[in-house]
């Protein structure tokens, strides 16, 4: 098959999170399964071209329709890391992909709009005719729409849409001027319940129930929060468009790539290691504390790696710090944040905590100490409000580093609790899980996870062991986004 995967992030040469990571993992588990990829990305200024192998022109004065004229692009191409880029290049006033940031300007909504459009265009007048498009999230929310209300007329219409949606917190509700933007110009079409309507805001359009309506499969990265997202508050109101189109609807748990997380190969940790032989994990342990200048003591060290905001429960990770210092561990954070209160919030704890030798917090993006975190600690905190999938309990388990968890969303697919869990056996078990928001109940799972480490380092091992062995590649997701592909091509 040859698919076309558009989004707007591709990791690591784009990657503001997890979407990055799918986008490139499940390209590669397709090439690897025999399929040819190709990714369309926007050509963002502040993307990491040292990641980008052989960058050079591939199309010249790509005439965008947009408005009432037309933006001229170019496409740069390239390889990241052995998969083919194409990168959409406005060369307008409007400077969609300058501006030193992927996303959180005002006129996002136009910018990705302009996006999906473009990437529409490319594929048109250079005759790719992919057998399956693959979109992700809001900003490619109207590529289906745009292929089955304009391109199907111009030489596209054996094209089919897979539409994955790894957030819906955020969904591109915009005003009708992006309709008339796009060329989608019939507003009294578009403005109804079954199209682009927001289930909200009647006045507005929704990029992401436009995904929802047009696209020929749907899904969200695990199987609770498929579930979730059709039954609770978690869809953000799109709960019902999800219940009208459940026949095409359903949840892929996401994948990890084991060629870049994987501590037996990866680069950017000094000690490679495996289940084997896990005294280099310790090695990395002690790197870690060098890099971040934490006491050398026999206590385990417990991280959070994410993006701080409210879906990843900031609270019950502020909490976690001081409850772990009390604790006899020692605590690591990595993460950035958008939202101004949560950024001075954080910044304020990072300069409290600034001499204290048993705690480190990194603000900031940064993808190389991340790996050596991963590798270095023994437990990482995951206390999500709500979490589609979760890479990072995935990448710890790979990591020997202990999950403890909130029991939500994709991280009830993936973490299982050493003591409690009833459905898996104690040699299948992983982590531990805990339910309630409130700080007692992140306070027990932390609890029992250091009285194991202290009081049964054997144990604690074991369960480590059993952690790593577990298989969250992209093997089984692969096969599973290839049975889609394969019923929607057939229909
Ligand atoms: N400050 C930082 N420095 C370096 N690396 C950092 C970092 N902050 C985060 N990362 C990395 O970014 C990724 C984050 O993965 P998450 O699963 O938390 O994704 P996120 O919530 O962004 O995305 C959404 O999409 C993904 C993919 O579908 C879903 O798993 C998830 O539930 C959903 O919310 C991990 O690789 C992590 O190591």
Redesign the pocket.
């Known amino acids: 098959m040859y698919i076309v995967q558009i989004a707007s992030e591709c ?1 690591p040469v784009i ?8 986008v490139y993992g499940l390209s590669r588990e397709l090439e690897i399964r025999g399929h040819g990829v190709e990714l369309i990305l926007p050509k963002y200024d502040c993307m990491r071209y040292d990641h980008i192998w052989g960058l050079h022109e591939a199309y010249r004065d790509l005439m965008v329709p947009w408005f009432d004229g037309a933006i001229r692009c170019n496409v740069d191409c390239g390889w990241v890391h052995g998969r083919l880029c194409f990168f959409i290049e406005p060369l307008s006033e409007d400077n969609f992909f300058n501006r030193g940031c992927y996303y959180g300007c005002l006129d996002d909504h136009l910018r990705f709009a302009f996006f999906s459009k473009a990437a529409l265009e490319f594929l048109l007048v250079t005759n790719k005719r992919p057998d399956v498009i693959h979109c992700h999230d809001w900003q490619t929310g109207l590529v289906p729409v745009m292929l089955f209300e304009i391109y199907k007329y111009h030489g596209m219409e054996n094209q089919r849409v897979s539409y ?1 949606i ?2 819906f917190k955020h969904q591109g509700v915009a005003g009708a001027n992006v309709l008339w933007a796009t060329g989608l110009n019939n507003e009294p079409y578009y403005f109804t319940e079954d199209r682009l309507m927001d289930n909200t805001h009647p006045t507005a359009i929704n990029f992401m129930k436009g995904g929802i309506v047009y696209s020929n499969f749907v899904n969200t ?2 199987p609770h ?1 498929a579930w979730e997202a059709r039954f609770t508050e978690v869809g953000c109101g799109l709960g019902k468009t999800l219940y009208d189109h459940q026949h095409k609807f359903g949840g892929v748990l ?1 994948g990890i790539d084991y060629e870049v ?1 994987n501590p037996v190969v990866d680069r950017y940790i000094p000690y490679h290691y495996s289940s084997d032989d896990l005294k280099s994990k310790t090695l990395n342990k002690k790197a870690l504390r060098e890099r971040l200048w934490l006491n050398h003591s026999d206590k385990p060290i417990i991280c959070y ?3 701080l905001d409210d ?2 429960g900031v609270h019950l990770v502020h909490h976690a710090i001081y409850y772990a210092l009390h604790k006899k561990a020692q605590f690591v954070l ?3 944040a958008t939202e101004p209160g949560i950024n001075s919030w954080f910044w304020h704890e990072k300069n409290h905590l600034n001499t204290n030798p048993d705690c480190h917090i ?6 190389e ?2 790996h050596l975190i ?1 590798a270095g600690a023994d437990m990482i905190v ?1 206390p ?1 409000n709500y ?6 309990q995935m ?1 710890g388990l790979k990591y020997g580093t202990v999950p403890i968890v909130r029991g939500v ?2 991280l009830v697919n993936t973490v299982f609790d050493w003591d409690y869990d009833e459905n898996k056996p104690q040699e299948e078990r992983n982590g531990f899980v805990f339910y309630q928001t409130d700080n007692g109940a992140i306070e027990s799972a932390i609890d029992r996870a250091i009285d194991l480490w202290y009081k049964s380092p054997k144990l604690f091992r074991q369960l480590m062991i059993q952690g790593m062995e577990c298989d969250y590649s992209w093997n089984h997701p692969g096969a599973q986004y290839v049975g889609i592909y394969d019923h929607i091509r057939h229909k």
């Open positions: 990791a990657k503001a999170g997890g979407l990055g990571d799918v994955t790894h957030n990265v695990s929060h996401n997380w790696i994410g993006r879906q990843k990595l993460g950035a990194e603000l900031g993006f940064n993808e100490l991340s991963y995951v999500s979490e589609p999938c979760g890479l990072t990448i969303g994709g």
